[in-house]
């Protein structure tokens, strides 16, 4: 089992750009998460997802839009990145309390 | 109310040492306290959990205490070793679904050889 795999692992883009990260897990997990880390900020949730078709902003949800068309894949966009979205982003899956999760995307944006 | 506070922001300890970690919370519908361990360039994995029905939990070196009254909890390693060195979060959960998983802002522990 691969876990939950993210890609890219790394990114630069310039203000403006868009961008898709992709996520996926091979465990059949329901639920499935982004979040973005940042320093001296811990894990702040973005959107979520409780099911395959279903998504739901969480914590830090603007500027970004999230996509769950198949159990297996959870994908983050960014329409028009800004400088504030530098961050590595996490995703993680989950059947229960026990979130697994991805290695992580690091994105610059410029 | 939704805040989980986690100190301190990074601790050195000396190998064989014992390392603490403390977190509190506000919010008593919380029911799940999970503690991550994140290595550089890695995702967080997780370390340990309690529940708050039980006040001291053990797994190896790693031990979590739990205060409900205080709304305290901290985890404490034992014997700390260089391979210890990472970073840890704590976490407070709203069950089922991680969806109301509030985290910690991290603890960068370095254990010296």
């Known amino acids: 089992n691969a876990g939950v795999t993210q890609t890219p692992k790394f990114r630069v883009l310039k203000t403006g750009q868009s961008m898709t990260l992709l996520c996926a897990q091979d465990m059949n997990h329901e639920y499935m998460y982004w979040y973005r880390q940042d320093p001296g900020m811990g894990l702040r949730l973005i959107h979520y997802s409780v099911g395959e078709g279903t998504t739901a902003k969480g914590e830090v949800p603007d500027g970004y839009n999230v996509s769950r068309l198949k159990k297996q894949n959870f994908l983050l966009g960014l329409e028009s990145a800004a400088p504030s979205q530098t961050s590595v982003y996490f995703c993680?899956?989950?059947?229960?309390?026990?979130?697994?999760f991805g290695p992580g995307t690091r994105l610059l944006v410029l | 109310q939704q805040q989980v506070k986690q100190s301190p922001q990074s601790l050195i300890v000396q190998k064989g040492g014992i390392s603490i970690i403390n977190c509190a919370y506000e919010?008593?519908?919380?029911?799940?306290f999970p503690w991550y361990q994140q290595f550089p360039g890695k995702g967080p994995a997780l370390l340990i959990a309690i529940r708050p029905d039980v006040s001291e939990k053990k797994e190896g070196r790693f031990t979590i205490s739990f205060n409900k009254s205080a709304k305290q909890f901290s985890l404490h390693i034992m014997d700390s070793q260089p391979g210890d060195s990472a970073t840890y979060f704590c976490?407070?959960?709203?069950?089922?679904?991680?969806?109301?998983?509030?985290f910690g802002a991290g603890t960068r522990l370095f254990v010296k050889a």
């Open positions: 976490a407070a959960s709203m069950l089922p679904g991680g969806f109301k998983t509030i």
């Open positions: 993680a899956s989950s059947n229960d309390e026990t979130q697994y």
């Open positions: 919010n008593t519908a919380f029911d799940y």
